[in-house]
């Protein structure tokens, strides 16, 4: 039984994997949507140099750091790894993708390499990981977050809202005190990358439960995809209902975001509720998206792609969702998590920024960004003039 | 010769270019365009926010004909792309001094 485990689990890793690194094109596929055709071979190549280098800042640094050892009795080692390299691109890209089409491309890949190699490592040691906070009073190992609404979302998201403050709005966002609307440019695009990343959280949360190789863990691993995606319907429909009551018309990439928002919201517990639980967590997460969407942009924190409002705000409710609805997990257990863990994140991450600004700019220059991304930082226009002319 | 360009709404095209192929047009040039005139905008909601869009496709045709056919080509034009709603479009009529077929090197009306 021991090698039919072994074996079973790591196919189990290695398939789970597999789906959530389609969450790659996914999100690229979302970003490139959402931005103007000006900007989108800048977007795309961020989102590609993002999975390159984190992940391999993560291979040879951050890896180790967060778990201590490669060592690994109950699967191969090597899938063990891939599971968790899985994660760590995407965690970056939450921060690339909310400040899409005013960055400049190389400053952004020194903060992956730090995010990467040291940021996202450490809150993954101080809760998955080898707990080096062990026995301190900021030890957080008692909360519950199954595949990281805290570690990888609320993560990503802090250092976002930092980059956020640090790198302004796109040019002529924010006009004589009135929020000027930057349209999609493919809704398409969106919508394909958003459903593509719903998929890829069955390997998301799925995976994250670790094993699947005896009846309860395979009835577990069932339940957890089943719950995330419940709560991935609840968020789109109550989005849904929410924009169509407000604006008597249905935005698709509000209902997108909503999904997205439920989604992330199930993300810290699908293991642990029954199967109507997940309904309600993935209503208020679309909820709280909708409501959110508009509220920073009257902050004046634009955010192309509504990554706040999905990541931060659903990263938040998805952890405290945990201790207010699971039995044996303490709501001060969770609050404290989302506490330390934001603090760090965005402090440090906050630091950081700034540091790297002043030696190399992040926000691209008003003329820059005019013209579009795409000329000053790719030379690759994505949609490029006279494309039938030979 | 002169040259006829005119706006129209863009579900129209079929029935002006047939139209105009009935009256023995051989050729035109065709492209989408934005405009308004006395048929506003209207508003659209992104993400929470209204943006008023005030330009609404249409299409444009161009077509060289010969000055004893204006009159009418844009009788054709206007039955063909009259709905009789606000947007119908316009015709705007210009003079043409000199047309060259490629191909041959016909000039004025031989070319058209």
């Given at each position: 039984?021991?090698?039919?485990?072994?074996?079973?689990?790591?196919?189990?890793?290695?398939?789970?994997?597999?789906?959530?690194?389609?969450?790659?094109?996914?999100?690229?596929?979302?970003?490139?949507?959402?931005?103007?055709?000006?900007?989108?071979?800048?977007?795309?190549?961020?989102?590609?140099?993002?999975?390159?280098?984190?992940?391999?800042?993560?291979?040879?640094?951050?890896?180790?750091?967060?778990?201590?050892?490669?060592?690994?009795?109950?699967?191969?080692?090597?899938?063990?790894?891939?599971?968790?390299?899985?994660?760590?691109?995407?965690?970056?890209?939450?921060?690339?993708?909310?400040?899409?089409?005013?960055?400049?491309?190389?400053?952004?890949?020194?903060?992956?390499?730090?995010?990467?190699?040291?940021?996202?490592?450490?809150?993954?040691?101080?809760?998955?990981?080898?707990?080096?906070?062990?026995?301190?009073?900021?030890?957080?190992?008692?909360?519950?977050?199954?595949?990281?609404?805290?570690?990888?979302?609320?993560?990503?998201?802090?250092?976002?809202?930092?980059?956020?403050?640090?790198?302004?709005?796109?040019?002529?966002?924010?006009?004589?005190?009135?929020?000027?609307?930057?349209?999609?440019?493919?809704?398409?695009?969106?919508?394909?990358?958003?459903?593509?990343?719903?998929?890829?959280?069955?390997?998301?949360?799925?995976?994250?439960?670790?094993?699947?190789?005896?009846?309860?863990?395979?009835?577990?691993?069932?339940?957890?995809?089943?719950?995330?995606?419940?709560?991935?319907?609840?968020?789109?429909?109550?989005?849904?209902?929410?924009?169509?009551?407000?604006?008597?018309?249905?935005?698709?990439?509000?209902?997108?975001?909503?999904?997205?928002?439920?989604?992330?919201?199930?993300?810290?517990?699908?293991?642990?509720?029954?199967?109507?639980?997940?309904?309600?967590?993935?209503?208020?997460?679309?909820?709280?998206?909708?409501?959110?969407?508009?509220?920073?942009d009257r902050l004046r924190l634009d955010d192309p792609v509504g990554a706040l409002s999905v990541h931060l705000v659903n990263g938040i409710w998805g952890t405290i969702a945990?201790?207010?609805?699971?039995?044996?997990?303490?709501?001060?257990?969770?609050?404290?998590?989302?506490?330390?863990?934001?603090?760090?994140?965005?402090?440090?991450?906050?630091?950081?920024?700034?540091v790297i600004d002043k030696i190399v700019r992040f926000r691209a220059s008003d003329d820059e960004q005019l013209e579009g991304i795409d000329v000053s930082e790719c030379g690759?226009?994505?949609?490029?003039?006279?494309?039938?002319?030979? | 010769?002169?040259?006829?360009?005119?706006?129209?709404?863009?579900?129209?095209?079929?029935?002006?270019?047939?139209?105009?192929?009935?009256?023995?047009?051989?050729?035109?040039?065709?492209?989408?365009?934005?405009?308004?005139?006395?048929?506003?905008?209207?508003?659209?909601?992104?993400?929470?926010?209204?943006?008023?869009?005030?330009?609404?496709?249409?299409?444009?045709?161009?077509?060289?004909?010969?000055?004893?056919?204006?009159?009418?080509?844009?009788?054709?034009?206007?039955?063909?792309?009259?709905?009789?709603?606000?947007?119908?479009?316009?015709?705007?009529?210009?003079?043409?001094?000199?047309?060259?077929?490629?191909?041959?090197?016909?000039?004025?009306?031989?070319?058209?």
């Amino acid at each position: 039984m021991g090698d039919f485990s072994y074996i079973v689990d790591t196919l189990f890793l290695l398939f789970a994997m597999t789906l959530i690194i389609f969450m790659v094109p996914g999100f690229a596929m979302l970003e490139a949507g959402i931005v103007r055709t000006k900007n989108v071979s800048a977007v795309l190549t961020v989102n590609t140099m993002i999975y390159a280098v984190a992940s391999m800042a993560f291979l040879l640094v951050g890896y180790q750091l967060a778990f201590g050892t490669w060592e690994n009795d109950s699967v191969s080692k090597w899938a063990a790894f891939l599971f968790q390299m899985a994660f760590v691109g995407k965690t970056v890209n939450i921060m690339s993708g909310g400040v899409s089409e005013r960055t400049r491309i190389i400053p952004l890949m020194i903060f992956t390499v730090l995010m990467a190699a040291l940021i996202y490592p450490l809150v993954v040691n101080w809760t998955w990981g080898a707990n080096m906070l062990e026995g301190t009073f900021l030890d957080i190992s008692a909360m519950h977050d199954l595949a990281g609404s805290t570690v990888i979302h609320s993560t990503g998201a802090w250092a976002l809202l930092a980059a956020i403050m640090i790198i302004g709005p796109r040019k002529g966002r924010y006009v004589d005190g009135k929020v000027r609307v930057i349209p999609a440019s493919n809704i398409p695009l969106v919508t394909l990358g958003a459903m593509i990343l719903w998929i890829g959280w069955f390997g998301f949360n799925g995976g994250s439960v670790g094993s699947i190789s005896s009846k309860e863990s395979a009835d577990l691993v069932a339940l957890t995809i089943m719950n995330t995606n419940t709560a991935g319907l609840a968020g789109a429909i109550i989005a849904a209902i929410i924009v169509y009551i407000q604006y008597k018309k249905f935005d698709i990439t509000m209902i997108l975001n909503g999904a997205l928002g439920g989604l992330v919201a199930i993300t810290a517990g699908a293991d642990l509720f029954d199967i109507y639980t997940p309904i309600l967590i993935g209503l208020i997460g679309g909820a709280l998206v909708v409501f959110a969407v508009p509220l920073f942009d009257r902050l004046r924190l634009d955010d192309p792609v509504g990554a706040l409002s999905v990541h931060l705000v659903n990263g938040i409710w998805g952890t405290i969702a945990v201790g207010i609805f699971a039995k044996d997990v303490s709501l001060a257990a969770q609050l404290k998590g989302v506490v330390v863990v934001g603090l760090f994140a965005f402090v440090v991450s906050y630091l950081l920024l700034f540091v790297i600004d002043k030696i190399v700019r992040f926000r691209a220059s008003d003329d820059e960004q005019l013209e579009g991304i795409d000329v000053s930082e790719c030379g690759v226009e994505a949609y490029p003039e006279f494309k039938r002319a030979f | 010769m002169k040259k006829i360009e005119a706006i129209i709404k863009p579900f129209k095209i079929e029935e002006v270019k047939d139209a105009l192929a009935d009256a023995g047009i051989a050729g035109m040039t065709v492209s989408e365009v934005k405009g308004y005139g006395r048929q506003a905008g209207h508003t659209e909601l992104y993400r929470g926010a209204e943006y008023v869009v005030d330009f609404i496709p249409k299409i444009k045709i161009e077509v060289v004909v010969k000055a004893d056919d204006v009159e009418s080509i844009i009788e054709k034009i206007t039955e063909a792309a009259r709905t009789g709603k606000i947007g119908d479009g316009k015709i705007f009529v210009t003079d043409v001094e000199r047309v060259i077929r490629i191909r041959t090197g016909e000039e004025d009306e031989e070319a058209i």
